[in-house]
């Protein structure tokens, strides 16, 4: 294992970030991450477990704040529903550089916070 990361994220901070900054969810996440929230009538849970994915993968990474952009890392779902992480760009190459090979990410939400735990390995 080289790094483990989480992030947990309340939702009416996020729900209001998202009415105040309506091109965000285009800044932060892929077209794919938000074609998924969006199925739902309210796609606030799904967008900040992902926004928790992508903090998580970070810390899991051992790198500060914006040392990628956030839609470097994308959550991608495997036909069985599970999470995984696929890395673009910046993101990508800061992990090949600290060796990582494989990605292990759970996520989960109430309905007050969303979580993400991130294992780089």
């Given at each position: 294992m080289i790094g483990i990361g989480t992030d947990l994220v309340e939702l009416d901070r996020f729900r209001l970030a998202l009415q105040r900054t309506p091109r965000l969810p285009e800044r932060l996440f892929s077209d794919a991450?938000?074609?998924?929230?969006?199925?739902?009538?309210?796609?606030?849970?799904?967008?900040?477990?992902?926004?928790?994915?992508?903090?998580?993968?970070?810390?899991?990474?051992?790198?500060?704040?914006?040392?990628?952009?956030?839609?470097?890392?994308?959550?991608?779902?495997?036909?069985s529903g599970q999470p995984s992480v696929a890395l673009h760009?910046?993101?990508?190459?800061?992990?090949?550089?600290?060796?990582?090979t494989e990605w292990r990410l759970t996520l989960t939400h109430t309905d007050r916070v969303a979580q993400a735990i991130a294992v780089a390995l």
């Open positions: 991450e938000r074609a998924y929230a969006a199925r739902r009538r309210d796609p606030t849970e799904r967008l900040a477990a992902r926004f928790a994915a992508k903090e998580a993968v970070m810390k899991a990474m051992g790198v500060g704040l914006w040392r990628f952009k956030l839609r470097d890392v994308e959550v991608v779902r495997a036909p760009g910046r993101a990508a190459e800061l992990a090949a550089e600290k060796g990582v």
